[in-house]
């Protein structure tokens, strides 16, 4: 039996080579079983879990188990095959009729990343090529410094995408292309236009409806836009988000980690609401909500996040992790969660702390 009151690359490495071998088995055309998006309860494609476990799959093959290797290329071959994408335009990810099929920008950013690290660590020049084209796909609104929503269908939404984190993760697999790449250069003008506006709670909380543009289309969404800053003005918005923000804290803090080793003179990362983001996540308040919140440890892995983030306090957010998951014969089961093929696959995060 592992110890696992703390983790380190040798013991991740034997969790997820038990994980693949017991629990989260591929299938034969390369996916992994397809969960629902926790909390928020949507029917999701098996893109996802096979984007999250190929970078799994990829760290196994490069830390000597070569027998991942063809596992990673038949999760390779199903993301570039016509299934993923049907109409050539952005990855097929969510079943909900009411919802866009695409999952946002973020369903899309979290394939991209999947393929740029399976091009670097397996060099796959396929997968670099694949990723750069979708990225590409997606409109880039010069006055907004913000990027529009790609449709399955190949269409783009008739404004940028709305949500902050969304595009904040889009930016941060913008950087992943590289210095000098179009990506990345418009995700360097994201970070100095937009990001330095972020809403925060007042202990530094991200505010999860902290929008990346502001935008009056019509009569309505005026209305809409200044019944919003009432509601903001009173408290109220903020105070029904709360839980949600908390949840997703960790998740915004992913991204923040890269832009902050690619851009470290930003003068965002210098300022006092940068520096209020960082300290609440040691704050006893912040965990103990965490770990009550309905988007914490049950759907976002906010420990293996915030060891990622605070890589010298990686082993204490490994903990509050850790003790979120039970190991029985070094099978992983999870003491509660929306989904378990989605928490199989959400290990990858893990990933982060000792191989991004």
């Known amino acids: 039996m592992i110890d696992i009151q703390t983790l380190n690359k040798e013991k991740l490495i034997t969790i997820l080579d038990n994980l693949f071998k017991n629990n989260f088995i591929q299938n034969e055309d390369g996916t992994f079983p397809s969960g629902r998006n926790g909390p928020h309860d949507d029917e999701e494609t098996s893109i996802r879990t096979t984007s999250h476990s190929l970078i799994s799959l990829c760290f196994l093959t490069i830390n000597g188990l070569e027998e991942y290797r063809c596992k990673a290329s038949r999760a390779i071959d199903f993301l570039l095959s016509n299934e993923a994408r049907p109409m050539s335009g952005a990855f097929f990810n969510r079943k909900n009729p009411e919802k866009d099929f695409s999952n946002g920008l973020v369903g899309q950013a979290w394939v991209i990343e999947s393929l740029l690290y399976a091009s670097k660590t397996l060099n796959r020049s396929d997968c670099y090529d694949l990723a750069l084209e979708v990225f590409n796909q997606h409109i880039w609104n ?104 908390v949840g997703y804290h960790a998740f915004n803090c992913v991204p923040l980690a890269l832009i902050r080793q690619k851009c470290p003179n930003s003068s965002f990362f210098k300022s006092n609401k940068y520096k209020r983001i960082v300290e609440v996540i040691t704050d006893e308040s912040f965990l103990k909500e965490v770990e009550l919140s309905k988007f914490g440890y049950s759907y976002n892995p906010s420990g293996f996040e915030c060891a990622y983030f605070l890589k010298d306090k990686k082993d204490f957010f490994n903990k509050k992790q850790l003790e979120s998951m039970v190991f029985n014969d070094l099978q992983i089961d999870f003491k509660k969660t929306y989904d378990k093929n989605i928490s199989f696959a959400r290990m990858y995060e893990a990933v982060r702390c000792f191989s991004f």
Do not use: C
């Open 142 to 245: 010069e006055k907004y410094s913000a990027w529009h929503l790609l449709n399955v269908d190949g269409s783009s939404s008739s404004m940028p995408h709305g949500t902050f984190n969304q595009q904040l993760w889009f930016a941060y697999v913008g950087l992943l292309f590289g210095q000098g790449s179009k990506p990345a250069e418009l995700s360097l003008k994201f970070i100095d236009k937009i990001l330095p506006n972020v809403e925060i709670y007042s202990d530094g909380v991200i505010y999860h409806d902290s929008v990346s543009y502001n935008v009056k289309i019509n009569l309505k969404s005026t209305i809409k836009h200044y019944l919003k800053k009432i509601e903001r003005f009173l408290g109220r918005e903020k105070l029904n988000k709360r839980s949600h923000s």
